[in-house]
């Protein structure tokens, strides 16, 4: 395996993270993902997150393993996907640091992380914050990396599927504990109870899908996205994004770029 010592570390196993994992490692690099104590992750059927709470987690034949970060670099080349519970980069000496959080503003990672730092989408500028961008806004840019300047600004509008966009996430109402009487996968009617957040029911605007849920019983702020309701009732809801395939690959791009280069 000639990546086999190319460590990378991939902080936040939502989503979009976990197409960056998948990438990665089927083309060969070992890969540790650091995540929360309480992952805010919402699609947690395709998350490596879900091993946090779980213990293991399985994403289309790739096994996320909770684990510690003594670990968690043997884990990585034995194959499996260690995941570390951890607010901050865990000393694995990575050589490159994917920041896949989605905060839409810059946090703590650095430039100086690692040998090559890959940020995603809005709040990071390549040369300043990281290395290189890769863009995560649907459309004809979705998946570049950039080298150069940053990732187009947060619209706040989450991308169309099925004729839905803004009304297809569901957001806390109020802050409090998440509760849900519904589970992901389920199908579900208009005006259909589906739990609620502090203590304030969340209804169905549509029929759909059950597409993901933040994990029960977190803890959210006001507004934050909780939910995500597909009107496409075929909708592959265990499987990674399109979206986050084609992140994914842009970042896999970025790495064999550095490597290309560096060599």
Same mark, same amino acid.
């Given at each position: 395996?000639?990546?086999?010592?190319?460590?990378?570390?991939?902080?936040?196993?939502?989503?979009?993270?976990?197409?960056?994992?998948?990438?990665?490692?089927?083309?060969?690099?070992?890969?540790?993902?650091?995540?929360?104590?309480?992952?805010?992750?919402?699609?947690?059927?395709?998350?490596?997150?879900?091993?946090?709470?779980?213990?293991?987690?399985?994403?289309?034949?790739?096994?996320?393993?909770?684990?510690?970060?003594?670990?968690?670099?043997?884990?990585?080349?034995?194959?499996?996907?260690?995941?570390?519970?951890?607010?901050?980069?865990?000393?694995?000496?990575?050589?490159?640091?994917?920041?896949?959080?989605?905060?839409?503003?810059?946090?703590?990672?650095?430039?100086?992380?690692?040998?090559?730092?890959?940020?995603?989408?809005?709040?990071?500028?390549?040369?300043?914050?990281?290395?290189?961008?890769?863009?995560?806004?649907?459309?004809?840019?979705?998946?570049?990396?950039?080298?150069?300047?940053? !990732?187009?600004? +947060?619209?706040?509008? #989450? $991308?169309?599927?099925? &004729?839905?966009? /803004?009304?297809?996430? =569901? *957001? @806390? %109402?109020?802050?409090?504990?998440?509760?849900?009487?519904? !589970?992901?996968? +389920?199908?579900?009617? #208009? $005006?259909?109870?589906? &739990?609620?957040? /502090?203590?304030?029911? =969340? *209804? @169905? %605007?549509?029929?759909?899908?059950?597409?993901?849920?933040? !994990?029960?019983?977190?803890?959210?702020?006001? $507004?934050?996205?909780? &939910?995500?309701?597909?009107?496409?009732?075929?909708?592959?809801?265990?499987?990674?994004?399109?979206?986050?395939?084609?992140?994914?690959?842009?970042?896999?791009?970025?790495?064999?770029?550095?490597?290309?280069?560096?060599?």
């Amino acid at each position: 395996m000639p990546f086999r010592d190319v460590l990378v570390v991939v902080r936040g196993g939502g989503d979009l993270g976990t197409g960056v994992c998948w990438r990665l490692t089927r083309a060969g690099f070992p890969v540790v993902v650091a995540e929360l104590p309480a992952p805010l992750s919402v699609r947690r059927s395709a998350a490596l997150s879900s091993a946090v709470h779980r213990g293991t987690a399985e994403v289309e034949g790739m096994c996320g393993v909770r684990s510690t970060v003594e670990e968690a670099a043997g884990l990585a080349r034995s194959g499996v996907v260690p995941v570390v519970v951890t607010a901050v980069l865990p000393p694995l000496g990575a050589a490159v640091v994917v920041d896949a959080r989605m905060a839409k503003r810059p946090l703590d990672t650095t430039i100086g992380d690692a040998d090559l730092v890959v940020g995603l989408g809005p709040g990071f500028t390549a040369g300043h914050h990281c290395h290189a961008v890769v863009e995560t806004l649907r459309g004809p840019r979705l998946g570049r990396a950039l080298w150069q300047g940053s !990732a187009a600004a +947060d619209t706040g509008l #989450p $991308g169309e599927l099925g &004729g839905r966009s /803004g009304e297809r996430v =569901l *957001r @806390a %109402p109020v802050a409090g504990a998440a509760r849900w009487r519904v !589970a992901v996968g +389920d199908v579900v009617e #208009p $005006g259909d109870r589906l &739990g609620s957040v /502090g203590g304030v029911d =969340l *209804r @169905a %605007p549509f029929r759909g899908r059950i597409r993901g849920l933040i !994990a029960d019983g977190t803890e959210v702020p006001s $507004g934050l996205k909780v &939910g995500d309701l597909d009107p496409r009732l075929d909708t592959p809801w265990r499987e990674i994004s399109d979206k986050a395939l084609a992140v994914g690959g842009g970042v896999l791009e970025a790495v064999l770029t550095w490597w290309h280069d560096r060599d």
